[in-house]
């Protein structure tokens, strides 16, 4: 089946709503959708998954099917927020390396009482190492930044999966069969669309990250959960019969037992 294409540069400028040019989320943003912000989250009753009674029931599904859970028409999500990630740890790859050699050559001249011998015996495993993960590194390298040009495109008819190509796969909402929600230390949250055709899965980094950050600011805005969780909520709208699979790291984690209606839990 033929693939959607992607939304124009020229239709997103003209478009107020639509986000800044080369962004991971082109057109989604905190406010469009997800539940409202001055109003706190009904209690959950674990029983039946639902607000306390019938009628509370009836009244949370409609404000789920209400218009302010609706994002823009279409919008696109770039998968490479964990190529962005990786190349904010190589760094920190490095010096700790670096560490692990200085430690082993202080611990060898402990023993020689010799500096020359001590660096020469410490300095080939350190070669031997570099040579072997060096090409493995590379290749991962790779392999995550093919996988970074991709992107996901929404829009009211379904989803695609866009190459680098340009080549797309179109799956429509009605074949969405499922979403799994896993959590991976510290703060990964990996979401899968299981569909008949393909799989399609992200994290919250692509939501997050728009290019390279340093180490010590991806915790406080790579792994940020709002955008997925706003997300989640427009899947719940454009396919309410979706399965919600949810791992077992993922309840402990969150303690989410009943999506859509306690997914505010995810913090």
Same mark, same amino acid.
């Given at each position: 089946?033929?693939?959607l294409?992607?939304?124009?540069?020229?239709?997103?400028?003209d478009?107020?709503?639509?986000?800044a040019?080369g962004s991971?989320?082109?057109?989604?943003?905190?406010?469009?959708i997800?539940?409202?912000?001055?109003e706190?989250p009904?209690?959950?009753d674990?029983?039946?998954?639902i607000?306390?009674?019938?009628?509370?029931?009836?009244?949370?599904?409609?404000?789920?099917?209400?218009?302010?859970?609706?994002?823009?028409?279409? *919008?696109?999500?770039?998968?490479?927020?964990?190529?962005?990630?990786?190349?904010?740890?190589? =760094?920190? &790859? #490095?010096?700790?390396? /670096?560490?692990?050699f200085?430690?082993?050559f202080?611990?060898?001249?402990?023993?020689l009482q010799?500096?020359?011998?001590s660096?020469?015996i410490?300095?080939?495993?350190?070669?031997?190492?570099?040579?072997?993960?060096?090409?493995?590194?590379v290749?991962?390298?790779?392999?995550?930044?093919?996988?970074g040009?991709?992107?996901?495109?929404?829009?009211?008819?379904?989803?695609?999966?866009v190459?680098?190509?340009?080549?797309?796969? *179109?799956?429509?909402?009605?074949h969405?069969?499922?979403?799994?929600?896993?959590?991976?230390? =510290?703060? &990964? #949250?990996?979401?899968? /669309?299981?569909?008949?055709?393909?799989?399609?899965?992200f994290?919250?980094?692509?939501?997050?990250l728009?290019?390279?950050v340093?180490?010590?600011?991806?915790s406080?805005?790579g792994?940020?959960?709002?955008?997925?969780r706003?997300?989640?909520?427009?899947?719940?709208?454009v396919?309410?019969?979706?399965?919600?699979?949810?791992?077992?790291?993922?309840?402990?984690?969150f303690?989410?037992?009943?999506p859509?209606?306690?997914?505010?839990k995810m913090?």
């Amino acid at each position: 089946m033929k693939g959607l294409p992607g939304p124009t540069p020229d239709s997103m400028a003209d478009d107020p709503r639509s986000g800044a040019p080369g962004s991971s989320l082109t057109r989604l943003d905190e406010t469009s959708i997800g539940p409202p912000r001055s109003e706190p989250p009904r209690p959950v009753d674990p029983e039946r998954g639902i607000p306390g009674s019938d009628t509370d029931a009836a009244e949370f599904i409609a404000e789920a099917a209400s218009p302010r859970f609706v994002p823009y028409d279409t *919008f696109s999500i770039y998968l490479h927020g964990r190529y962005y990630a990786t190349l904010s740890m190589l =760094p920190w &790859l #490095v010096l700790m390396m /670096l560490l692990f050699f200085g430690a082993a050559f202080l611990l060898v001249m402990m023993f020689l009482q010799d500096p020359f011998q001590s660096f020469r015996i410490t300095l080939m495993p350190l070669l031997m190492g570099v040579a072997v993960l060096s090409p493995l590194l590379v290749i991962i390298l790779f392999m995550i930044r093919w996988h970074g040009k991709r992107r996901l495109d929404f829009t009211e008819e379904g989803v695609s999966l866009v190459a680098p190509n340009g080549r797309a796969i *179109f799956v429509p909402w009605q074949h969405l069969h499922a979403v799994e929600l896993r959590f991976n230390m =510290p703060k &990964l #949250v990996t979401c899968t /669309l299981v569909t008949p055709i393909t799989n399609f899965s992200f994290t919250n980094l692509e939501f997050n990250l728009e290019g390279r950050v340093p180490l010590d600011k991806i915790s406080e805005k790579g792994f940020d959960l709002v955008k997925l969780r706003d997300f989640l909520y427009y899947l719940h709208r454009v396919a309410p019969k979706l399965q919600w699979r949810l791992g077992e790291s993922f309840q402990q984690r969150f303690k989410v037992y009943y999506p859509p209606y306690d997914l505010e839990k995810m913090k």
